[in-house]
C-alpha cells in the first residue's frame, strides 16, 4: 500500500504563502487522481484541489485564483502551492490518493488513502 506523507504546514501572517508536500511511498500513477483536503475542528472535511493522471487540475471556489496544485511524478510527489493566504484558511490539510470507481454509468472519484495531516495557521 501506497504511503503518504504531507510537510510544509506552519504558521503565517495573512497574505502570506505556505507550499504543502505530499510524497508517495510509491508510484503515485497508482492512482488515478491526487487531491488536497482540509479540515477545521467541528466541520467536514472539505476537497480543497484535485489533479488527475493526465494533468487536469480543478479547485474549491474559496481557494480558485490563490492556490495550485502541482505534480512531479519523477519524485512521487504532489504539490500545493498556497498564495495570499486567509486566516480562514487554516486547517489541517491532508493529502489522498483516489481510484476510479464505477456507480451504474457514472464513474467517480474514491479518495481511500490518506496522508497523516499538516497543520497550516494563518494569523498575525
Known amino acids: 500500500q501506497v504511503q503518504l506523507v504531507e510537510s510544509g504546514g506552519g504558521l503565517v501572517q495573512p497574505g502570506g504563502s505556505l507550499r504543502l508536500s505530499c510524497a508517495a511511498s510509491?508510484?503515485?500513477?497508482?492512482?488515478?487522481?491526487m487531491g488536497w483536503y482540509r479540515q477545521v475542528p467541528g466541520k467536514q472535511r472539505e476537497l480543497v484541489a484535485v489533479?488527475?493522471?493526465?494533468?487536469?487540475?480543478s479547485y474549491a471556489d474559496s481557494v480558485k485564483g490563490r492556490f495550485t496544485i502541482s505534480r512531479d511524478n519523477a519524485k512521487n510527489t504532489v504539490y500545493l502551492q498556497m498564495n495570499s493566504l486567509k486566516p480562514e484558511d487554516t486547517a489541517v490539510y491532508y493529502c489522498a490518493g483516489a481510484r476510479t470507481c464505477m456507480s451504474g454509468p457514472y464513474s467517480y472519484l474514491h479518495f481511500g488513502s490518506w496522508g497523516q495531516g499538516t497543520q497550516v495557521t494563518v494569523s498575525s
Open positions: 489533479i488527475t493522471s493526465d494533468g487536469s487540475t
Open positions: 510509491g508510484n503515485i500513477f497508482r492512482f488515478n487522481a
